[in-house]
């Protein structure tokens, strides 16, 4: 046997006559994957030797020496001093190899009761809940960018689009809106994550619960967990927590992929409605006029990623039989990558946004005259035809005004009126795209008043917590 794998099992070696095979060993280990784990399982090993200790496991003397040995390798990991060995197989390993060098015999008893099964998904739920408050902010933060937009882009009128094809004129503040109020929705379901990943799984032991008598609600208040799983074996197999934050990752990826998507095309030469700002853009080994927006397209492409990580671990649990599977050692490196794609995106976004540069005359430019054509509907509905009648005659004005090459804001009165008698002298009144805009004066429409009013909205859902 090769002497590069370790030559004893820290956790496990009783059972053998002799080690790993390196290859299995290299297989097996995930401390390259979980290290990052290793804060929080010092804070939850410690809220195990105060357990242990209220349950007679151990002695007030051997509980602060624990207790001052744990802050120890805190400090060590804060400050990138902690050194691994090669029989660390895990994080969990590492730091109860290191607590028995720092503290002697009593790091034996650390163990008492607990299994790496709750030991480690009570790390990982501890880690995710700091993920998902920093993310929380930092979409918080978009939001804010997105607003700072809306609130600059007021009087910047743009095309709306379906199926991609001119459809309404809009204010470019209502389209920013438009992406808001997604990651408000994707803010809400994460303080709903939240709260179902709040939840205690230590005291489960493997599976059937610990011999030990520890306090499982006094555990739970000493973390800061909100309540304490009602069944062990589910508690140590359930990642529902990691799947859902991983739907959640890849819901937002979608909302981020769909802002990304319009930015990239109003940014291209063809639109040319906004200009990134030269630090959040990139250029071309070759064409030497190209400013990408490869901030943007990286978050289009990464959004994939982000669905590839959700169906990847929802493979892997559909068919789990036990309680504990050496399978959920997958778990942790898509909730990993999914918070560090995000964690690099979102503050990129944010600063793209706030500093881009908005061409108004472009935008305005760009409004087609038969972008009104449904206000033209709306104008012979006012004289008192129906309207599925009144959208039959648009459509011919919309048809002959193409086959003549005459842009409908160039049509005389008596154009309109050769198609039907109902056009009238005002008729031009319903092709002024900024009285189309303020014409739709509902709650949630584009109407300056409106996107005023929908920014307070923002603003409030903003500066109140979920």
């Not at 195990?48 to 209220?54: E, F, K, T, Y």
């Not at 809009?170 to 709040?198: E, T, V, Y």
């Not at 050692?329 to 995000?342: I, S, T």
């Amino acid at each position: 046997m090769s002497t590069d794998a370790p030559s004893s099992h820290i956790l496990w070696g009783g059972r053998f006559q002799s080690g790993p095979d390196p290859r299995f060993w290299a297989l097996n280990a995930s401390l390259p994957v979980d290290q990052r784990l290793a804060l929080h399982d010092v804070r939850g090993t410690a809220a195990w030797v105060r357990a242990i200790a209220a349950a007679g496991v151990l002695t007030p003397d051997e509980r602060d020496a624990l207790l001052a040995g744990l802050e120890r390798i805190a400090a060590e990991f804060r400050q990138g001093t902690f050194a691994f060995a090669a029989t660390d197989e895990d994080i969990h390993t590492a730091i109860e190899r290191r607590l028995k060098e720092l503290v002697g015999e009593p790091a034996l008893k650390v163990h008492t009761g607990r299994s790496r099964n709750d030991q480690v998904v009570t790390a990982f739920r501890l880690w995710l809940r700091d993920a998902v408050d920093d993310l929380d902010a930092q979409v918080r933060d978009l939001q804010a960018a997105l607003v700072q937009r809306a609130e600059a882009d007021l009087e910047v009128l743009v095309p709306g689009y379906t199926h991609l094809q001119q459809a309404q004129p809009m204010l470019l503040s209502h389209w920013w809106l438009a992406h808001f109020w997604p990651l408000h929705r994707d803010r809400q379901r994460l303080a709903q994550i939240r709260q179902r990943l709040n939840v205690l799984p230590l005291g489960s032991g493997a599976l059937a619960g610990t011999t030990v008598p520890v306090d499982r609600e006094a555990l739970a208040r000493d973390l800061g967990f909100e309540a304490i799983t009602p069944n062990s074996w589910d508690a140590v197999s359930d990642r529902d927590f990691a799947a859902e934050f991983l739907f959640w990752a890849a819901l937002l990826g979608v909302h981020l992929s769909r802002l990304a998507e319009g930015v990239i095309l109003f940014t291209s030469r063809e639109f040319g409605f906004l200009t990134l700002d030269d630090a959040f853009s990139s250029g071309s080994s070759l064409l030497p006029q190209k400013k990408n927006p490869d901030g943007f397209e990286l978050t289009r492409g990464k959004s994939g990623t982000l669905i590839g990580a959700l169906t990847g671990l929802l493979s892997t649990l559909k068919a789990l039989p036990s309680a504990y599977d050496k399978d959920l050692q997958e778990d942790k490196a898509p909730v990993f990558r999914a918070y560090d794609d995000l964690r690099a995106l979102l503050p990129v976004l944010a600063d793209s946004l706030r500093t881009l540069t908005v061409h108004p005359e472009r935008a305005a430019a760009a409004l087609a005259p038969d972008i009104l054509a449904t206000d033209l509907a709306d104008y012979l509905v006012a004289k008192g035809i129906p309207f599925r009648e009144a959208h039959h005659i648009v459509g011919q004005v919309v048809q002959r005004a193409a086959a003549q090459g005459v842009p409908l804001t160039q049509w005389s009165v008596d154009d309109f009126r050769a198609v039907h008698p109902a056009f009238d002298a005002d008729v031009h009144q319903a092709l002024d795209p900024w009285a189309a805009v303020a014409r739709r004066d509902v709650p949630g429409g584009t109407a300056p008043n409106r996107v005023r009013a929908q920014l307070e909205q923002a603003r409030a859902a903003l500066d109140n917590p979920l």
